[in-house]
């Protein structure tokens, strides 16, 4: 195995950055700060973008089948949720939701208005934060959590609406706030509460993304083969524009960073030219005594290299620190703060930082390589 003293060139960089040891920190820091820049608002745009898909993943199975105002369609009648309900079998379930607003009375004769939805499969749509969501929804109310605190409702308290009493079987957990079904002011009631017969909506929830989208084609394919009877939204669409917003200020982000990499590069160009302009003499009596250009060249870029090398991992260390940092003082779970992808900055920020140093070494050593020895010592 090789030590460090086989390799005289590097012993003889790390001499000459130690002899002027503030100027080498202050090269080096500002490889810190770039490095530390880059990383950071690479990883923390990252995160952001992680924590919000991770939030929303779930929505991007739902597909939104409303009737097409624009056609004069005013409902759905039960012959489009019986083929929505073909299309989207084995691959999903097809709920059918009526809805309506109405004001809801609570115990002790507080009220106020809410949504009210009509379904026989809650379910499939909607989760218990206290009491049960049925999968068969046959009598009783579920509450939003909003209108539930608002009104003072619990589970097993009796609601009026439009003259009906309902006895509440569940608080309804608060729902995903671009889900066009929200249910945190809503009241949701069995289909027969209702007198109407056709449908305002179904909600299509698959059993993936890709199967949302697909079964948003077949929808549109088979219900507005003559005319655009139904509107259809995917709400996968609108996390693919999320993603395509965080992607976008990503590169914003690693964009400020870069800049504040390459100003340290320049920083680095400028010590590694004022060291050879003041280290003139020491080069040329190296070059009289048969010192090859090779070697000055070789031991000025390696410098200028440890310097990046250096500052790019204090950065590294930095940027980690920073990133969990923002996990403690952040809701962001530690499983998002950790991906791998997170990683990918980090060593893009360090690579970076030494390629920038690399660079701005080059000129300077090969100026002070080509100095001719009998200029140098007279200098």
Avoid: C
């Avoid at 202050?26 to 990883?43: D, H, P, S």
């Avoid at 693919?240 to 920083?267: H, K, P, R, W, Y």
């Avoid at 190296?286 to 390696?302: F, H, P, S």
């Avoid at 962001?332 to 690399?358: M, R, T």
């Amino acid at each position: 195995m090789k030590r460090l003293a086989d390799f005289p060139t590097v012993l003889m960089a790390l001499r000459n950055l130690r002899r002027n040891r503030l100027r080498s920190a202050l090269a080096a820091l500002g490889i810190v700060i770039g490095v530390l820049a880059i990383a950071t608002l690479g990883i923390f745009g990252n995160v952001l973008q992680l924590a919000a898909l991770d939030s929303l993943g779930g929505l991007g199975n739902q597909v939104i089948v409303s009737p097409n105002a624009d056609a004069g369609a005013d409902s759905l009648t039960a012959r489009d949720v019986a083929e929505i309900q073909r299309v989207t079998e084995g691959r999903g379930t097809a709920v059918p939701i009526l809805s309506d607003g109405a004001v809801v009375s609570g115990p002790g004769g507080t009220s106020s208005f809410g949504t009210v939805y009509g379904t026989n499969d809650p379910g499939a749509l909607f989760e218990a934060e206290a009491g049960t969501v049925p999968e068969q929804h046959r009598q009783g109310a579920l509450v939003g959590t909003e209108l539930a605190d608002q009104l003072g409702i619990q589970v097993g308290s009796v609601v009026e609406i439009a003259g009906n009493d309902y006895r509440v079987i569940g608080v309804l957990a608060e729902g995903e706030s671009i889900s066009p079904v929200q249910p945190d002011d809503a009241v949701v009631l069995p289909e027969s509460a209702f007198a109407a017969d056709d449908y305002d909506q179904v909600v299509v929830q698959a059993d993936s993304g890709d199967q949302a989208r697909a079964i948003a084609d077949d929808v549109r394919d088979r219900l507005n083969a003559r005319e655009d009877r139904v509107s259809v939204l995917a709400l996968s669409s609108v996390l693919d524009q999320i993603d395509e917003f965080f992607g976008l200020l990503n590169q914003f982000l690693l964009g400020l960073g870069t800049v504040s990499l390459v100003v340290a590069g320049v920083a680095i160009f400028n010590v590694m030219l004022m060291s050879t302009t003041e280290r003139k003499g020491e080069i040329g009596l190296l070059r009289a005594v048969g010192v090859q250009k090779e070697d000055i060249l070789r031991t000025l870029v390696v410098e200028s290299t440890l310097l990046g090398v250096v500052g790019g991992v204090v950065g590294v260390l930095f940027s980690i620190g920073a990133t969990l940092v923002l996990w403690y003082v952040s809701p962001i779970e530690l499983e998002v703060v950790l991906d791998p992808s997170n990683g990918v900055y980090l060593v893009v920020a360090f690579g970076f930082g030494v390629l920038i140093s690399l660079a701005s070494g080059l000129y300077p050593a090969w100026k002070a390589a080509n100095l001719e020895p009998v200029e140098a010592l007279r200098d």
